[in-house]
Nanobody, 121 residues
């Protein structure tokens, strides 16, 4: 059984910062790609940022220069530091982790439960 537990969402004023965390627990052998996605009301879920096990990152154009994704492989945890937040960043943020349950096992994609981020004055 694998669980992804997210934390760090909340209400913040425009220009403020938040840090999201997502920890994979349970029968995790190894993780590969980890990422963050978001879904605003009435919109489709969209990619925010991804990071490979080796640390290569990819960002949506809308968050480049403001958000930083990082990971701690020993803790099976991915982070999203969000700076200079704007009202249009308001959404439910979901983490996604690709992982294996055994050395020779298949890779599976897991989603977190989502955490609300609201940027408003």
């Amino acid at each position: 059984q694998v669980q992804l537990v997210e934390s760090g969402g909340g209400l913040v004023q425009p220009g403020g910062s938040l840090r999201l965390s997502c920890a994979a627990s349970g029968n995790v052998f190894s993780t590969s790609a980890m990422g963050w996605y978001r879904q605003a009301p009435g919109k489709q879920r969209e990619l925010v940022a991804t990071v490979t096990r080796g640390g290569n990152t990819n960002y949506a154009d809308s968050v480049k220069g403001r958000f930083i994704i990082s990971r701690d492989n020993a803790k099976n945890t991915v982070y999203l530091q969000m700076n200079s937040l704007k009202p249009e960043d308001t959404a439910v943020y979901y983490c996604n982790v690709a992982l294996r349950l055994a050395a020779m096992g298949s890779e599976y994609s897991y989603w977190g439960q989502g955490t609300q981020v609201t940027v408003s004055s």
